[in-house]
């Protein structure tokens, strides 16, 4: 994994650290202490030019299989790398036992070594390669060793979290599933995979280190882990809902309540009013009790 040569900065031009400067300053190798150790007790130097040259060799076959390239081409490259015939037949096992796990998973690449800077978390890394795996987007790392072990180092496996983080931040609609670490024996042994679709826990730890090591070189403060996660589920739930319309929650229209029809009062009833009385004489008063005859 190529890191730039001026490093990894970000949008205001600030250096960031990038992801193996965390896991260099905080995550012990008791395996590679062991193994170096045996070395040195056996009289040996610590790495073997061909071991290397081996698997600088693979790694490069392997990617230009990904990228599509034929044949005469990674054949060039091979030769090109080693010159010791026992060497190049120990590097075509090891290419061929990578050719034959992408086959039965149906790999197809998407992008290869591309430089990222996470203005979130203010850290940088370049992953190998992220590419269809089985139908899904997955992370793909894939790493040449004397024996396969029979589980990933826990320092890769936060490596790969990182690396996925920091890929799903500037690539929402095409989300990493699962991270994918491939090991292919230089001795032509049967190649090993391990897939993680799960990777939250191993990107927590290592966002605890990336604020550790923040605040010990004084750096920009990342974002809190917690907080991170709370964004990311947000994130998360934004993307479903505008990959899936399915899942769009419908409009609720406020019921607009109707106001009650204003009717009119009843009049009341008309009454009758007496005519006023025509006002008499006396003797028209005394004419209507009969005391005067007309």
């Not at 599509?68 to 120990?90: F, M, P, Y």
């Not at 009385?277 to 008063?285: F, K, N, R, T």
Request: positive net charge.
């Amino acid at each position: 994994m190529p890191r730039p040569s001026e490093g990894y900065r970000n949008a205001a031009g600030a250096q960031v650290p990038g992801v193996h400067d965390i896991t260099n300053a905080y995550c012990p190798k008791p395996a590679l202490v062991q193994w170096a150790y045996g070395r040195g007790k056996q009289g040996l130097p610590l790495y073997e030019k061909s071991a290397i040259d081996i698997g600088t060799a693979v790694h490069a076959m392997a990617e230009l299989d990904l990228k599509g390239r034929e044949t005469r081409e990674i054949d060039a490259c091979v030769h090109s790398s080693l010159s010791d015939l026992n060497d190049v037949a120990r590097a075509w096992s090891a290419f061929e036992g990578f050719v034959r796990w992408r086959e039965q998973h149906a790999v197809r690449s998407i992008a290869h070594e591309v430089p990222l800077v996470s203005e979130i978390h203010q850290l940088g890394g370049t992953p190998d390669c992220i590419a269809f795996v089985d139908g899904a987007v997955g992370l793909l790392d894939f790493k040449t060793c004397t024996k396969a072990p029979a589980t990933p180092y826990p320092e890769q496996l936060l490596v790969m979290a990182a690396h996925a983080t920091l890929w799903n931040e500037q690539h929402p609609d095409r989300r990493i599933v699962a991270c994918h670490i491939v090991y292919l024996p230089k001795d032509g042994s049967p190649h090993k995979h391990h897939a993680h679709a799960n990777y939250a826990a191993q990107w927590n730890e290592f966002a605890h280190l990336l604020a550790a090591f923040a605040a010990k070189h004084g750096l920009a403060k990342p974002v809190d882990p917690r907080d991170a996660e709370i964004a990311q589920l947000k994130t998360d739930l934004m993307m479903q809902r505008l990959l899936d319309p399915a899942t769009k929650p419908a409009r609720r229209r406020r019921a607009r309540a109707k106001k009650p029809a204003v009717l009119p009062l009843p009049l009341p009833p008309p009454r009758e009013v007496p005519l006023p009385l025509q006002p008499m004489s006396m003797a028209e008063i005394l004419r209507s009790y009969g005391h005067v005859r007309s």
